[in-house]
Structures are given as structure tokens and as C-alpha cells.
């Protein structure tokens, strides 16, 4: 078989003509759109964000707000019936308007991905080995034994036990934890510099979710790689991120260092989704926070703000005027709401719609004990 | 953990349901083995109580759930509702019991019939039992939708599909509540759906529960989610039992080091705490084929000694209140070891 290889074998010094800080992605208005027979779905609506190498970005909001297809969008994998506009910037490169063929040089060696299902995501048929051996012998010019060395190698980094003989296991003989983390071989096999894990353990149990974190972490610093990490779980991303950025509706709401969006929340959908986490700490039965109803139709979405039909801060202005992404006075730390969480604004906006009972968009509002409580509750 | 034993039972007149002993186990293809899912678990659920079942997956927790529905029946032991052994009723007593006893299912919307209108999945209970005339039992299902927050008018002749994740626990709520059980099992009933939506679904279980004085057996993996709604919580492990107790005293104090461990996996939503210090267990949860001998939690507890190997631990009570199957349960305030960072098999 003759196949093209590209560069010179992992190990050698393929780093030497890059630096080592500096911006390695920036994410420019970027939106995408599906065709589907209802209309136009507007997935991602104008999202922006950049990453510095070797850092962590972590990307949250609920299902169907669009942070699965931004990381998608960025690294070229959508379908046919997507239109994708605005820029994208790889070390220096446009690869907004790439390609199938041209990404194929990006996929593997520059940036990879580890989805959610590692079930559905491995070939069934395929012995745990030769897929983590495969982007290796495409890209990299290497012998058939230096590429089983090589996934030898992985598979013990990423804490398989008896590593050589899974090499020969196929996907099934393996536990959900263990073929997450065959996963992450196969997308650490070619060395990328920038690694998307798409809600890598919304799949696993909480203390295999536990391990498979920390393992992503100590990949990382070990090699250097930039990683967005998509969760729908804040609790995901607290300790091990070093900015997040919230969407809702196919926009970022709030962006911000970590500490700093967790110490000054000023979204109330931020703050919503932190309140309706059941905590360990609270006595038990006390009443979560739910956020009442669920996120607009990306099909025809509202005018004005996209939350404002489950905000208990929601004003007039709030229907039909969208509020833009304003930074706050901590640097790196941005939001979209006219009404900020812990501003002037925001303590009147809410106290008027605890007074009426409702909101602008008659959305009920009611205070129980200490928490403000949304929707009908029956 | 790994323990057995029923130091942790009530009287049995204060019980709604009594399961002792209760041992499931599955042949595991035709190789002869058996797969050993439930090993001697004993709990009992008070009326008007919330138990809380967790562990993770492969800990026998919904096979448990299910045995007592005697779905299938198990393979020995006692499950005793209201006083009576669910396995000596005869097939029609056993059928008029199930009225009393509801179950929720993990996937909301695979449990649902996809060709069935919302309403009639809702009132399929009251059909089959001819419960009251058609018009009351319109009414019943309309007041039902409107009890866990759907629309009857707009939403009644709606399939399943035309839902969001939420909304179809909300139907599958319904659909249990509306015979009037004294007993729902829940069967990990919000891990399927994202967090704010799982807030509404634990708010109306809690609602429901107090509305409808219903008897609730909450299964789920997150502690967090067992705690916020149960009244006592248990800790099973590989088909056995490892700490019973009231759910402020467990994450108080908890006395078995899976406790600590699934305590410490939860991620917590506070930057400050740094995941990586927190404690871990090794590897992942051996097969229930050949269960490790004595304790079955020896081969990933970092507390194991050579007695965990040969001996199994009884459940003793360590305080009012709490139970706990260890040789050595942890003191007060203590903390297991933290395997630096990395790799959990180092």
C-alpha cells in the first residue's frame, strides 16, 4: 500500500519552530447553521474565543446549546447540511473555510478528539491496537514495530493494566472506563497540540469519571496540549480549567477565569446553573433551584435575550433588545445581561419581579426561604 | 464492605417493605458461571420514608430494585411487602400487588411506547383495573398531567417523541402515580437527563412523594442526588451492603472507605478545591463472576489488610443510626491516602 507519509516520526523534534506561549487557536464569530426541513437551526451564533498553548478552556451549557458543534465546527467535522461562516485560527492559520482533505493534516497531529461514547466511537471490529496504530502509520513514516512500541507505550501512560495483551482486545472485552481511556490513546497517539474532550465522562461512573479527569489533566501537562473540555456539568470544569466560557442558545453568555466566574458570577444563567447542582452540603431534602422550562427553538429563537423567558431577572428590555457580551472589571471576565448578577441593576431588576410576582416575560417568581424559586412548581 | 448481615433491619411492624437475604445471580453464558449480582443484601423501607440505594455501576443496586418487583424473582431470600412474601403469592396476587408497586426507569424516553399518545400511556393502569368510568378517568388523567406539570389540553394526544428528556420522566411520573402505589422504585430516574432539568425532576418526586404520602426506593450513582432526597441512605458495593444510614451522619462522618471514595469522586462545582487531592480508588470494580473473597471492596480499598482477605465483615452498628459492614471503618474525621494526581494504577 502506498500512502503518503507526512513528517518525520513522533519523538523527534517536531516542536522546534514553534513557541511556547502565545495564542494556539482563536475562535472568530464563528456560526453554524444546519439546513433542515423545519429552517435554518442556528447551532452556534457568533461565538469568539481564543487559547493559549498548554492551556484548558472549558465550554458549558445545557444539551442542545451548541457546544458540541462549536467543537466540531472548529476542527472541520460537521455534516453535509451545515453552513459554516466566521474564522478560525490555528497557530497563525486560517482554517475556518478548510476542508475535508485539507484538515486531514490538522486531525491526529495537530488537534484530536475524545467523544463521548467510547463505545459507539471505537470500530467494533477493529482490535484495540491497530486503532491507536493507525493514525501513526498514516501520518508518520514508521515501521509496523515502532507503531505497536508506540501504542504499547500509550496504552501504560493512559493506566491500562496488562497493557500488551489489551493491545489484541477488541472494544467489547473492555469496560466503559477502559475504552474511555483507549479513547484518549488513540488521540494522544500523534502528539496533537490541542485536544477537544467532548463530555468525555457524561458516560461513566462518578469515580471513573473521577480517574478519567485526572488523567486528561496529567496528559496534558505532561505534553504541553491545549484542551477544551465540553461539559453540561460546572462541577466538571471548577478545579480543572483555567477559563470557561458558558453558552446558552448557540452564544457565550459569560466568559471568564475560572475563579473569577465562579466568585463573581454576573449571569444569571451562570448562576442558575450552579444553584440547580445538588450540593453535599445542603441538609437533605432541601429544595433544589431548577431552571424552570427549557432552551428556545434554535430554529426561530427569540429576539433580545435568549434567557429571558426562564430569567428571574428578565425586563422589559430584556424581550426585545439582545444585550452584547460587555467585559466586567476583571480582566478576561466578559457577559451578555443588562441586568448582572450582583450589580445595582441586577438586585433592583430582581426585587421588582419578586414584587410582582412575575417577570417581564410572566414567567411566576417567588422567594422560599433563601432561594428565589422560577416556574409553576406544582 | 462486602458485608452481610441485618443488624441494620427494623422491627418488622414498622416496615412497609422488608427484604432479607436477597441473593440474585445469572448464568453467565454457557459457560456454567454465575454471574452474582445481589449477595445477601438485607434493607427495609418505612412508609412514608425515602431510601436511597447508590453505588456504581455493576454494584447490583437496580437488580436489586427489580428483584423486589420480582422482576425476575430472586434467586433465594425474602421480600416481604406489607407483611406478605412477595414469592409465595400466586401469579394474580402477585398481579393486584404490583398495583401497589410502581417502578421509574433510568432512559425516559426508551421506557415510553413511541406509538402510543401521551395520555393512554398515562392511563394504562387505570384501564387495565377499570378504575372508575371514562369521564373520571379523564379526569384523573388531566389532573395527573397537571400534578407533575404538563398540559392536558395541548399536550394529552402528543407521542412521546414530541418530548424533551424531562418531560418524558415527567409522562413516566405520571404513569406510576396514577394508581395510587404506596411503593415506587426509582431506577436512576435523572442520570439521564442535564442538571437543571434534573433539579425539576427531583423538586416533583419530592412533591409527588408528600402529595400522594408515596413510599420512594431512589436508586441512583451520584451521592449528591441520593442525599438530597432520601431519608436513609444505603451503600452497596459488588451485590453487597457496605454502610447504612441517615444521609447527613454518611456525609458527616462516613465510616466505610467506598463512602469516602464515592463522596470525594463528586465533583464539586467550587474552583478551590483541587480534584486532584481528593481520594481515589484503583482501577474499577472487579467482575461479579469471581467477586474478591472477605470484603469484596479489599482489592481497591487503600485500608486493606490480610483479615479483609479471609474474613468477611458483619454490618455492626458504630452509632445510633449508622451502620457500617469494615473491619477497620474510618474514625471520625479521618481521611484516606490521596494518590498524587496521576495515573490511578501507579
Known amino acids: ?378 | 464492605m462486602a458485608g452481610t448481615g441485618t443488624a441494620h433491619l427494623r422491627a418488622p411492624g414498622d416496615v412497609l417493605l422488608r427484604v432479607e437475604d436477597l441473593v440474585v445471580e445469572f448464568p453467565a453464558g454457557r459457560s456454567g458461571l454465575k454471574v452474582h449480582a445481589v449477595s445477601n443484601i438485607s434493607l427495609d423501607v418505612k412508609e412514608g420514608e425515602t431510601l436511597g440505594l447508590v453505588g456504581e455501576s455493576g454494584c447490583g443496586k437496580s437488580t436489586t430494585g427489580k428483584a423486589i418487583m420480582q422482576l425476575p424473582p430472586p434467586k433465594s431470600g425474602q421480600v416481604l411487602f406489607e407483611g406478605r412474601d412477595m414469592a409465595k403469592l400466586s401469579g394474580e396476587e402477585q398481579r393486584r400487588t404490583r398495583t401497589a408497586m410502581k417502578m421509574i426507569f433510568q432512559d425516559p424516553i426508551s421506557s415510553l411506547n413511541p406509538r402510543r399518545k401521551v395520555e393512554d400511556i398515562i392511563a394504562e393502569g387505570l384501564r387495565i383495573w377499570k378504575v372508575g368510568s371514562a369521564p373520571e378517568q379523564q379526569t384523573k388523567i388531566d389532573d395527573m398531567m397537571l400534578a407533575v406539570g404538563l398540559d392536558p389540553v395541548l399536550q394529552r394526544g402528543r407521542r412521546p417523541h414530541q418530548f424533551s428528556g424531562g418531560q418524558c420522566q415527567r409522562i413516566s411520573i405520571a404513569r406510576a402515580v396514577i394508581t395510587e402505589p404506596k411503593l415506587i422504585i426509582c431506577d436512576e430516574p435523572v442520570s439521564a437527563l442535564d442538571v437543571s432539568v434534573q433539579a425539576q425532576i427531583l423538586n416533583l418526586l419530592e412533591e409527588m412523594k408528600t402529595r400522594y404520602g408515596l413510599t420512594l426506593i431512589f436508586i441512583a450513582h451520584d451521592l449528591a442526588v441520593v442525599k438530597n432526597v432520601s431519608d436513609r441512605v444505603v451503600v452497596m458495593y459488588l451485590g453487597k451492603i457496605c454502610e447504612v444510614g441517615s444521609p447527613d451522619v454518611i456525609y458527616q462522618q462516613p465510616a466505610h472507605p467506598y463512602t469516602r471514595v464515592l463522596l470525594d469522586a463528586i465533583p464539586v462545582p467550587d474552583p478551590s478545591v483541587r480534584p486532584e487531592a481528593r481520594a481515589k480508588v484503583i482501577g474499577e470494580i472487579p467482575s461479579p463472576v469471581a467477586p474478591p473473597s472477605g470484603c469484596r471492596f479489599r482489592t481497591r480499598c487503600p485500608k486493606a489488610q490480610a483479615r479483609c482477605a479471609d474474613e468477611e465483615p458483619k454490618i455492626q452498628e458504630i452509632q445510633p443510626g449508622q451502620f457500617v459492614a469494615c473491619h477497620f471503618p474510618l474514625a471520625a474525621g479521618e481521611t484516606l491516602p490521596t494518590r498524587n494526581g496521576s495515573s490511578p494504577l501507579a
Open chain 1, 1 to 378: 500500500m502506498s500512502r503518503r507519509k507526512r513528517g518525520a516520526a513522533p519523538g523527534t523534534d517536531r516542536f522546534a519552530d514553534t513557541p511556547l506561549d502565545g495564542s494556539l487557536l482563536e475562535v472568530d464569530e464563528v456560526k453554524t447553521q444546519f439546513k433542515t426541513p423545519r429552517g435554518l437551526v442556528h447551532a452556534v451564533d457568533g461565538v469568539s474565543f481564543n487559547l493559549e498553548r498548554g492551556k484548558t478552556i472549558g465550554i458549558v451549557g445545557e444539551s442542545g446549546c451548541g457546544k458540541s458543534v462549536l467543537s466540531r465546527s472548529i476542527m472541520g467535522l460537521l455534516p453535509r447540511n451545515a453552513v459554516r461562516q466566521g474564522s478560525v485560527t490555528f497557530e497563525g492559520r486560517e482554517i475556518g473555510k478548510a476542508t475535508g482533505n485539507a484538515m486531514r493534516r490538522y486531525w491526529g497531529t495537530q488537534m484530536a478528539m475524545v467523544f463521548q461514547d467510547p463505545m459507539t466511537s471505537l470500530n467494533p471490529v477493529m482490535r484495540v491496537g491497530n486503532q491507536i496504530m493507525e493514525s501513526l502509520r498514516f501520518h508518520f513514516d514508521v515501521t509496523k514495530d515502532y507503531a505497536e512500541e508506540t501504542a504499547l507505550a500509550l496504552l501504560t501512560s493512559v493506566g491500562i493494566p496488562e497493557a500488551e495483551r489489551r493491545l489484541r482486545e477488541y472494544p467489547h472485552q473492555l469496560s466503559g472506563g477502559m475504552r474511555q481511556r483507549v479513547m484518549i490513546a488513540i488521540a494522544l497517539a500523534c502528539g496533537p497540540k490541542l485536544l477537544f474532550a467532548d463530555e468525555p465522562t457524561t458516560a461513566l461512573d462518578v469515580t471513573v469519571q473521577a480517574q478519567i479527569l485526572d488523567l486528561l489533566q496529567q496528559q496534558q501537562r505532561e505534553r504541553f496540549m491545549a484542551m477544551v473540555l465540553v461539559t453540561h456539568d460546572l462541577g466538571v470544569v471548577a478545579g480543572r480549567t483555567d477559563d470557561i466560557a458558558v453558552m446558552y442558545a448557540g452564544r457565550v453568555v459569560e466568559r471568564a477565569p475560572t475563579r473569577s466566574l465562579f466568585e463573581n458570577t454576573r449571569h444569571p444563567y451562570t448562576e442558575a446553573l450552579l444553584k440547580s447542582i445538588p450540593k453535599l452540603g445542603q441538609p437533605s431534602h432541601s429544595k433544589l433551584d431548577a431552571i424552570a422550562g427549557r432552551p428556545p427553538d434554535l430554529v426561530s429563537p427569540p429576539p433580545g435575550c435568549k434567557f429571558a423567558a426562564r430569567c428571574p431577572y428578565a425586563q422589559a428590555k430584556c424581550i426585545t433588545d439582545e444585550p452584547k457580551l460587555v467585559d466586567a472589571e476583571i480582566p478576561g471576565h466578559a457577559f451578555r445581561c443588562f441586568f448582572p448578577v450582583g450589580s445595582q441593576a441586577g438586585v433592583e431588576a430582581l426585587a421588582r419581579n419578586l414584587a410582582a410576582g412575575e417577570t417581564a416575560t410572566g414567567l411566576p417568581v417567588r422567594m422560599e426561604g433563601e432561594a428565589v424559586l422560577t416556574g409553576i412548581t406544582v
